[in-house]
């Protein structure tokens, strides 16, 4: 059973387009996250939500929105698609934001391709 | 801000010792981490310390100096599959909400 997962593992798109990532996780975390990771590989934060409220946004393009419906979910959605959003997208989850010696937990990923 | 920084890569042999350091300058400390990512897949996790000194953990080893901002990641004993990236990762208590803050990685490469 995958601890955290992620769907689509691949997207292509066109310029313009609005797309959803899902991600869900059965590890009854509290705290789950959204990463870009680029093509130098470089991972960055863009939101936090714990318990199904936003605790950071890392001044993200507001046409990216994520929706926490319940503690086990947190979806990603892309409004009017760019080149530049072209990325890894990673899910992640933690105990709680508070305590970190568990770590985090990644998805697989969203390979995100804009044409 | 935040700045960590690691090598971008590094080359060893099988069955060797490599040392992989990680120097940080950030407000918040609240602990270092170490995930190993294989190319196309997730980071999987390797190490947390939060006090000064050395944590082992089978072949894999990590040190933290808070006084001097520094971390290393020791690999013994190398095998052909720790070819991958190693992110050095500090974890920072803001106001907002606590988050993991992560270096650009370092690409290793371990040949016969």
């Known amino acids: 059973d995958t601890a955290v997962s992620q769907t689509p593992k691949y997207l292509v798109t066109q310029m313009g387009n609005d797309k959803s990532i899902k991600c869900e996780q059965n590890?009854?975390?509290?705290?789950m996250y959204w990463y870009k990771q680029d093509s130098k590989k470089f991972l960055k934060i863009m939101f936090s939500?714990?318990?199904?409220?936003?605790?950071i946004n890392e001044t993200v393009p507001n046409r990216f929105s994520p929706k926490s419906p319940d503690k086990a979910h947190l979806n990603l959605h892309i409004n009017s698609l760019e080149l530049g959003d072209s990325a890894v997208y990673f899910c992640?989850?933690?105990?709680?934001?508070?305590?970190?010696?568990?770590?985090?937990?990644f998805g697989s990923g969203t390979r995100l391709t804009v044409v | 801000g935040q700045n960590i920084d690691q090598p971008t890569e590094m080359t060893a042999t099988e069955g060797a010792i490599v040392q992989i350091n990680c120097t940080y300058q950030?407000?918040?400390?609240?602990?270092l981490f170490w995930y190993q990512q294989h190319a196309g897949e997730a980071p999987t996790f390797l190490s947390y310390?939060?006090?000064?000194g050395l944590e082992e953990k089978g072949r894999f080893s990590s040190f933290l100096s808070r006084s001097k901002g520094y971390s290393y990641l020791l690999l013994k004993e190398l095998q052909m599959k720790d070819s991958a990236s190693y992110l050095c990762?500090?974890?920072?208590?803001?106001?907002?909400?606590?988050?993991?803050?992560f270096g650009t990685g370092t690409q290793l490469k371990v040949e016969l």
């Open positions: 992640a989850s933690s105990a709680s934001f508070r305590d970190p010696r568990g770590g985090y937990t």
């Open positions: 590890l009854g975390h509290d705290t």
């Open positions: 939500y714990n318990n199904k409220e936003l605790i």
């Open positions: 950030t407000s918040g400390f609240n602990g």
């Open positions: 310390n939060v006090l000064d």
């Open positions: 990762a500090v974890y920072i208590l803001t106001g907002g909400g606590n988050k993991l803050t």
